[in-house]
């Protein structure tokens, strides 16, 4: 699915519209003009496209949550206020996106129980590194590394996306709570049911190791 705009014109945005701010392209925009949105949309596709990954654990599935974000926020641009910033409205188009693509893949009962993390990208938040480690260390965190993952995985994708948005993008506990279209106490809350349930996924793990 194709944004309804032509991304022939990326080349010729100037070199003032590109260093402008996202207040300023969004009210641009909203004035009609496409070449904002343009810019707007690959400044803010890398990101997003990973938050939508980080959720559906599917880079196909990502890609459509990417086409399926900037449309919906093309087509509803004119609703958004300004009270948050482009960057958390978007994030939240993004997670309801990819949330409902779970959803319709677990209608059809085709969503894996089992999360693959053969293609996840790393990300050193999760890791603790010693400059000093030996190679059985590094066996050994590597190990830790990817029981992590696989744990992460296996969250209900509600959980998985609160914790992912304060670990993988430092988001603040208000901005979780944007993103997500709850409120900073709920967002808390869902850290920390996101926190337990990952340690009791890890704790079973680790005794069935055993």
């Known amino acids: 699915m194709n944004l309804p705009i032509s991304t022939n014109n990326c080349a010729f945005l100037s070199h003032t519209q590109k260093q402008m701010s996202d207040e300023w392209l969004v009210l641009a925009a909203k004035d009609g003009d496409d070449n904002a949105f343009v810019e707007l949309r690959d400044r803010h596709s890398p990101r997003i496209v990973s938050t939508a990954y980080r959720i559906t654990r599917n880079w ?3 890609e459509d949550a990417l086409q ?3 449309l919906k926020a093309f087509t509803h641009l004119n609703r958004f206020e300004g009270r948050s910033s482009f960057s958390t409205w978007v994030t939240k188009i993004a ?9 319709k893949k677990r209608a059809n ?11 996840f990208i790393s990300d ?7 400059r000093r ?5 590094r066996y050994v965190r590597h190990e830790r590394a990817e029981l992590l993952r696989k744990a992460i995985g296996r969250l ?3 959980l998985r996306s609160a914790l992912e948005l304060q670990q993988a993008q430092d988001y603040s506990i208000q901005e979780i709570g944007d993103s997500l279209g709850i409120s900073s106490a709920a967002a808390k809350s869902r850290l920390l049911r996101a926190r337990v349930r990952l340690r009791t996924v890890l704790q079973n793990k680790s005794l069935n190791r055993t």
Not at 124 to 130: A, I, K, V
Not at 133 to 137: I, V
């Open 109 to 119: 009962k085709e969503l894996s129980i089992d999360a693959s993390g053969d293609d």
């Open 133 to 137: 480690e030996t190679p059985e260390r």
């Open 124 to 130: 050193d938040r999760w890791e603790l590194r010693d």
């Open 156 to 158: 209900d994708p509600i």
């Open 68 to 70: 399926d974000t900037f």
């Open 60 to 62: 196909e599935d990502a």
């Open 95 to 103: 997670i309801n996106m990819s949330l409902m693509i779970l959803r």
